[in-house]
């Protein structure tokens, strides 16, 4: 099992930006591609981005693309969410997740292919 602490939340005007870190525990960190997803007040859980095991493939949902940047420290042991040009509807609980089975170059979109979870960190956009 993999703890994931995630860290960099918080409330920012519309076209601000925010990074947001997630730590996770372990020293095989690098075999694991790894997710964001985010969960809006009375809303489903949602996929944001994903990092494939070795970083070389990407993935962005559609409303964030653009926008948004994933990307990874291995030796840190740490994934990051860049977000840029903020809007309202970005407001939710935002989650790393690590997926401990993909192959190599995969990225996984869809929450039952992650094993682990953090506790996720707030985000909350004003217009």
């Known amino acids: 099992q993999v703890q994931l602490v995630e860290s960099g939340g918080g409330l920012v005007q519309a076209g601000g930006s925010l990074r947001l870190s997630c730590a996770a525990s372990?020293?095989?960190?690098?075999?694991?591609?790894m997710g964001w997803f985010r969960q809006a007040a009375g809303k489903e859980r949602e996929f944001v981005s994903g990092?494939?095991?070795?970083?070389?493939?990407?993935n962005y949902a559609g409303s964030v693309k653009g926008r948004f940047t994933i990307f990874r420290d291995n030796a840190k042991n740490t994934v990051y969410l860049q977000m840029i040009s903020l809007k309202p509807e970005d407001t939710a609980v935002y989650y790393c997740?690590?997926?401990?089975?993909?192959?190599?170059?995969?990225?996984?979109?869809?929450?039952?292919?992650?094993?682990?979870w953090g506790q996720g960190t707030q985000v909350t956009v004003s217009s």
């Open positions: 997740a690590a997926d401990r089975f993909s192959p190599t170059a995969v990225v996984h979109t869809t929450s039952r292919e992650y094993d682990d």
């Open positions: 372990g020293r095989t960190f690098s075999n694991y591609a």
């Open positions: 990092i494939s095991r070795n970083g070389v493939r990407t």
